[in-house]
């Protein structure tokens, strides 16, 4: 995973609660056996005038010029700004791997479904929560000023405004320092090989049932 | 000090490593896989040249992208083909046993794993897919995950996880008759919406769970992700016991015993605190609907449907009038004036063996209403698809008109051939209703399989209970 770097972005504003991870990626797309290239297909069913197949050319498709991502002023956002429940729905990585292959470094909404949260730090994508009021200011800060960018910093926990005014976050520290460092989670677990195996020896004789049973 | 929970009580025996941070290193005991969410975990472990740290704690099946028709030949749509046949490349490489398409264990991984033992009361079980939570019926700490932790689990049998709060919801009550495990779980979703359960683990309890059979309480804590809840779980009792003797992966011998003691302990102590507490009156519901894009969108089926500028908050007055453009309906109109255009009966949610009944028993001696297109029935694993043979269920549903399938997760997601047409409305047993979830532009009304019957009747949606 690379680092997440501090950076200034493009907000895009998502107007709608309960976004569903079938809406950020629907189904057909999710039997592609890779982890990349889900990038135009992001939001299909509302970017796009038609539906949306597996390896077709999208730059070919008729485009819902009323759809957010395809005005003009939005173009390169690399923020996403969302609401409440973001990413609800099934636990498919495939919606914070289309939401990166775009070009998202991070989300702000009021609140993000678990799975959908957990999955998206594992992928560098970070998702941020902040208040019902202060993601309500944004939504009317980005639709009264055309190109408005916000700079994230994830270091000192803060999103900076066009004015310089900040807006603190919370962030798990553990989460921070693996997005910092761009680390693998697998690598870091696996210090810890002998504690998995002791536990495991001392499970094997309260609950030998557990072991062995499938083959 | 405070007794433990049934949550405290799996979460405490599966650390592996308490950190400072709050987070924990948590044991799984088991992982199902199936072939959308697992091709990126083997490559993942296959680039780093790792393997998987335990071959047995791991079973597989092809679900989502399998055809409930023909399975003589290969699959027909390419790219399903390839990632059903990865899953058994990635199954055979590796070493884990996998019930493949043409085996008559196959069928979805919620169905297949407590039918053959391979879930268990007191583990934590995951799987790359959010309807684990159904696991949680036995008394097992389940939730689903995405790829990455997928690929974790294989290479390390561990999580890194934070817990999550405790939520007990309480149904007691007696249900009214024509009134199922998914008219419960609806009633609770419309109640405490759709992020209600976000960051809890919720035990379902009171006299209607206890009263519940064991696939009705698979139901329940299948669709507490649909309450935002990771996970669902309800005490070990008798039926959660019986329900596992003589299954294949379940102990035997002095095994069964050791294990049958320690189940019993599965449950919450008496004096167990939750963070939160919620009570609901069983007697009370009564069969529901569902009739917008959210699982919170939901009636009873004798209910009118809301108005949005009765809603006080703005962003849900907006979802709903969004829900009601795309589902072509109106508020104040009751579901009763819906036609559905087709019936889907299956899912992880309802399709075992006791939904099969409850639908048959509807089913039985009637016709198809000429005004539904199609209606199909999928079991939910070659095993339960045998058994309602064996009943005689096959032959109800197919002289009613319902089309009898091979089993898999169909037009739940519409990943193989099995969806709607746009604008189509849909009675279904499934779990969401999400826009486009089972077909471009398809419309979905969640119902339990008996509900989903008397839709396919009548033409219509109508309370099971008039046809009775």
Known sequence: MEKFVKFDGIVAPLDRANVDTDLI????????????????????????????????DCSQRPLNPEFVLNKPRYKGASVLLARRNFGCGSSREHAPWALTDFGFKTVLAPSFADIFFNNSFKNGLLPIVLSEETIDELFRAVEANEGYQLTVDLASQQIIKPDGSTIAFEVDPFRKHCLLEGLDDIGLTLQDAELIKEYEAKRRETAPWLFDAIK | MAGKTLYDKLWDAHIVKQREDGTALIYIDRQLLHEVTSPQAFEGL??????????????????????????????????????VQTLDDNCDEFGILEFKMNDSRQGIVHVMGP?????????????????????????????????????HVLATQCLIQKKMKSMLIKVDGELAAGVTAKDVVLAIIAKIGT??????????GGSVMQGLSMEGRMTVCNMAIEAGARSGMVAVDDK??????????????????????YWRTLHSDADAEFDVVLELDGSAIKPQVSWGTSPEMVVA??????????????VKAEGMRRAYQYMGLKPGITMGEVVPDRVFIGSCTNSRIEDLRAAAEVAKGRKVSDKVKQAMVVPGSGLVKQQAEEEGLDKIFIEAGFEWREPGCSMCLAM???????????????????????????????VSPAMAAAAAVAGRFIDVRELA
């Open chain 2, 195 to 204: 992020a209600g359960g976000t960051g809890y683990a919720i035990e379902f």
């Open chain 2, 301 to 314: 089926i004798d209910e009118a449907l809301p108005d949005p500028d009765q809603e006080a908050d703005p």
């Open chain 2, 115 to 151: 039918e053959q033992g391979a879930t268990l009361p007191g583990m934590t079980i995951v799987c790359g897919d959010s309807h684990t939570a159904t696991h949680g019926a036995f008394g097992a700490l389940a939730h689903g995950i995405g790829t990455s932790e997928v690929e």
């Open chain 1, 25 to 56: 990626i629907p189904k057909q797309f999710l039997k592609s056996i890779k982890r990349t290239g889900f990038g135009p297909n992001l939001f299909d069913e509302l970017r796009y005038l038609d539906e949306g197949q597996p390896g077709q």
């Open chain 2, 46 to 83: 296959r680039l780093a040249g790792r393997k998987p740290w335990r071959l047995d704690a791991n079973i597989a099946t092809p679900d989502h992208n399998v055809p409930t028709t023909d399975r003589s030949g290969p699959i027909e749509d390419e790219v399903s083909r390839i990632q």
């Open chain 2, 416 to 446: 193989n051939a099995d969806r709607l047409g746009e604008g189509e409305h849909c009675a279904s047993t499934s779990n969401r209703n999400f826009e486009g979830r089972q077909g471009y532009g398809g419309r979905t009304h969640l």
């Open chain 2, 240 to 261: 959660t016991i019986e329900y596992f003797r003589g299954r294949p992966f379940a102990p035997t011998g002095a095994n069964w015993d050791k294990a049958v003691e």
